[in-house]
């Protein structure tokens, strides 16, 4: 397979098509960002590289660094994890409150923002020191020492993240989480202030490619279980209330952020990351889930 050549064409095809999408303005430090960023990166099982645009630009990757804190959470406690989020896909936004009455204050996945606050609940009551210990994993599973949080993305979001801190409050008073909602919310905003560029993103998540086992340093991150079903939660989950649509376009396991950044998965084959931060109305890079579409469709590599 040529992915140069149709990478390149993909790019070219979707740099100039009318973007319908909007930043993320509730988050006032992602309103700065340049929109007609467009990068994307494919990294092989071989660990060969192709990259164009502006794939060596770092960007906030928010929410995409939820796959990250449940595979730490998963390797930390297994299955026990279960009991306290699910794992079915919501139809619901991203940060809706909507379900948690009735459902008892068990999120319907980890990558809704409830669920991704009951993960955090987890590493802080599991880890020494949270924010460093988990910054620790995420170098050591990318073979990469040059990721880091970005404090004014996490301050920026903290100082109006009404939504969040509600969540926080509101699951905490149905039982389901055990620290102080503060420190939670803390660990969550720096979780997704993470930054890394495409080129990072697609290395990063090889190992899900891998059946949870690091290209690099050949450890094993996840068992090939485990890492099954961090793919099937990303397929199902990984886009929210637009996750059906992703498969149905798209057809591979992937994550979105609301910093414009989507990375996908083809499990034995490689991982891609796109990004523009332009959102459709769900929360999703517009241009980003229009250059995977255009890309499995002329690679016709799709799980499916
Ligand atoms: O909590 C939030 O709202 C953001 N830090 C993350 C949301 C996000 O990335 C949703 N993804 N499309």
């Known amino acids: ?27 006032p430090e992602l309103a700065n960002i340049d929109p007609e960023k467009f990068g994307v990166h494919i990294t092989t099982m071989d660990q060969q590289g192709f990259g164009m645009g502006n794939a060596l630009e770092k960007f906030s ?55 991704a606050l ?16 988990f910054l620790e994993f995420v170098k050591r599973i990318s073979n990469n020492p040059n990721i880091n949080y970005c404090s004014k993305i996490a301050e920026s979001e903290k100082k109006v993240g009404y939504r969040n801190i509600a969540l926080c409050n509101f699951i905490k008073s149905l039982g389901n989480i055990n620290n102080e909602p503060d420190e939670v919310l803390d660990f969550y905003f720096n979780l997704c202030s993470l930054e890394m560029n495409c080129k990072e993103l697609s ?45 149905f376009e798209v057809g591979l396991p992937g994550k979105s952020g609301v910093g414009g950044g989507i990375v996908a998965v083809h499990p034995d084959q490689y991982t891609i990351a796109v990004w523009s931060p332009k959102l459709n109305k769900n929360g999703n890079s517009f241009k980003g889930m229009a250059f995977l579409e255009a890309f499995t469709t002329q690679t016709k590599l799709s799980i499916f």
């Open 118 to 133: 009951v993960i955090s609940d987890i590493l802080v009551s599991e880890l020494k020191h949270p924010k460093q210990d």
């Open 203 to 247: 290395e990063l998540f090889l190992f899900l490619s891998n059946n949870g086992c690091c290209t690099y340093s050949k450890e094993e991150i996840l068992t090939e279980r485990q890492s099954k079903r961090i793919n099937a939660l990303m397929q199902t989950c990984g886009f929210y209330d637009e996750s059906g649509e992703f498969a």
């Open 1 to 27: 397979m040529n992915f140069k050549d149709i990478i390149t064409d993909c790019y070219n095809q979707i740099k100039d098509i009318e973007n319908e999408g909007h930043l993320a303005a509730y988050i």
């Open 61 to 115: 990757i928010q929410s995409i660094a939820k796959v990250l804190s449940l595979v730490l959470a998963y390797k930390l406690l297994g299955k026990k994890i279960w009991e306290r989020v699910d794992v079915e896909p919501s139809g619901n936004a991203f940060n809706s409150l909507l379900q948690l009455e009735v459902e008892n204050g068990i999120p319907r996945n980890p990558f809704i923002n409830a669920g």
